[in-house]
Antibody, heavy 118, light 108 residues
């Protein structure tokens, strides 16, 4: 059974870089599938951030592309998100999820709240 | 970017009743590239339906999806207490993938 778990700082200062890691258990990332980041501002809807393949190929939301880096570390069975120059608008619960075929997302991690504030 | 509009915003129903949720796309999706999710407070979304009408693993058959092109529907045939939640549609026919704003199904 595949499980995902997000980790990283819960508070980031404006203009700094938000960094999160998703650890996958129950499945080897190097075996395939795509892996995604999705976020949800408090009380609002969902936004796809980007997706990475085990090879390192990425697919990013154009709205975030200039600030975004998604990478994968198959040796640790993890993939990561870095979002630069954050503002209060980047405050959200960040989820990682499996992205089977660049399609739907299943399963999801529990999510982690990241607040951007000084 | 494909905009998904869900209606109604809130649906007030009683357990045992039928729920019909709508998702309309701003442009026709390739084939039936639409998914539905359920989200309860403090939890991650859970995949219910993919391919517009295929139930995900472990999803009860009271959940069904239909539609194609621009108009899609999620139907819950008889609401159980655990079904009261927020439901989101998501399209994957066009990049970037986008979600609807959600429909809240609340207890009447």
């Amino acid at each position: 059974q595949v499980q995902l778990h997000e980790s990283g700082p819960g508070l980031v200062r404006p203009s700094e870089t938000l960094s999160l890691t998703c650890t996958v258990s129950g499945y080897s990332i190097s075996s395939g599938y795509y892996w995604a980041w999705i976020r949800q501002p408090p009380g609002k809807g969902l936004e796809w951030i980007g997706t990475v393949l085990q090879s390192g190929t990425t697919y990013n939301n154009p709205s975030l592309k200039s600030r975004l880096t998604i990478s994968v570390d198959t040796s640790k069975n993890q993939f990561s998100l870095k979002l630069r120059s954050v503002t209060a608008a980047d405050t959200a619960v960040y989820f990682c999820a499996r992205d089977p075929t660049l399609s739907w997302f299943d399963p999801w991690g529990q999510g982690t709240l990241v607040t951007v504030s000084s | 970017e494909v905009v998904l509009t869900q209606s109604p915003g809130t649906l007030s129903l009683s357990p045992g009743e039928r729920a019909t949720l709508s998702c309309r796309a701003s442009q026709s999706l390739d084939s039936t590239y639409l998914a539905w999710y359920q989200q309860k407070p403090g939890q991650a979304p859970r995949l219910l339906i993919y391919g517009a009408s295929s139930r995900a693993t472990g999803i009860p058959d009271r959940f069904s999806g239909s539609g194609s092109g621009t108009d899609f529907t999620l139907t819950i045939s008889r609401l159980e207490p655990e079904d009261f939640a927020v439901y989101y549609c998501q399209q994957y026919g066009s990049s970037p993938r986008t979600f609807g704003q959600g429909t809240k199904v609340e207890i009447k």
